[in-house]
């Protein structure tokens, strides 16, 4: 495939995927009082599993932590999954301020996105049980989408997280599984590669910071998580090559943990979050053999 044409591909790609009508959830909850600390609902509806309460998926929108892309962009994945029975919890963070304030748009801050997710995913029992009431959050998957994937994947290991670290947790989070979908899984591979213009970089805090921070940030130095993981990634993903993910899949192994890696062919960066693309429902799927 030339260049040309693989370009006007992950462009038509990328249009389907971001200029779907934002869904409005059932539920908006905060966890803290930053306008930016919202988890949005969407309660169960469709088939769903077995029967029984139904699992919780918590998203983590993409968007290259920074400002401009919110999580109205993942709204409409996050209704494609409650409507394959799923309770989904879509949680908003702190990001990188600029562009629509003025000025280049930066990739996160530190650490407010990182005390964020944290944050989120600590007051997420309470809220699911006052606004999903039919929910089980004892059956609770992470899922999130390129810089989002991150940070599930991130959220999943903060009991390795160094000592020192504010966000660490005595044990493994109570968690089915994570599945990250064309994530930003490995920040040192993804900053060599120049992934979303220098966004890992940027998310640590700059080139002085990038070393001493990375293992407080980066997945790939916080392995065995003990957590049931799939990584989903589309072979022609130009936003975030196949390269990133498989790196962390490595590096799982080294540890001694098998992560799962579904490559999809001719699929880019976009179509995972596109309830439009076939590639949303193996998504949808890979969720499920974990939640259920």
Partial sequence: MSDDVAAARAAAEEQSALTRRPVAPDATAAYGDDPDQLIDFYAPRGPGGPGGPAPVVVVLHG?????????????????????????????????????????????????????????????????????????????????????????????????????????????????????ALAPIADLAVADALGVCDGAARQLLGGSQHFAERRPYADPALLLPTGIATTLVQGRTDTDVPQAVAESYADAAAKAGEVVGLTLLEDVGHFPLIDPAADACAVVAEEIAQLAW
């Fill in 63 to 179: 968007g290259a932590w920074r400002g401009p892309y919110d999580r109205r962009h993942i709204s409409p994945f996050a209704a494609f999954l409650a409507g394959r029975g799923f309770a989904v919890a879509s949680v908003e963070y702190r990001r990188g301020p600029g562009e629509r304030g003025g000025g280049d748009a930066v990739a996160g801050r530190w650490p407010d996105t990182l005390d964020d997710v944290a944050a989120a995913l600590d007051a997420l029992d309470g809220l699911v049980r006052a606004h999903l009431p039919g929910a089980d959050p004892r059956r609770t998957v992470l899922t999130g989408h390129s810089a989002g994937g991150h940070l599930a994947l991130w959220a999943a290991a903060r009991h390795l997280l160094p000592a020192d670290a504010p966000w660490r947790t005595d044990g493994p989070a109570p968690l089915r599984g994570v599945v």
